[in-house]
């Protein structure tokens, strides 16, 4: 199979962003790992200090342990 240079280059560029999404993707699952847990109450005590959350949603991720 020949690739010319811009089906090459297509090649490499779809390929780069697959792996940056991939790891970007795993980056998100250690920084949720790594998040602390917090209280109930220490939830309200934040919401009352600081108004309720937005709804708008950038990204949503849910983690499951293996």
Known sequence: MDLN?????RLKNLIKEAVRDVLEEQVMKVR????????????LEI????????????????????
Request: no cysteine; net charge negative.
């Open 5 to 9: 240079l811009s089906d090459e280059t």
């Open 47 to 66: 919401e009352r200090a600081y108004g309720q959350p937005s709804q708008e949603t950038g990204r949503k991720l849910n983690l499951q342990a293996d």
């Open 32 to 43: 949720l790992l790594l998040a602390p847990d917090i209280s109930d109450e220490e939830q």
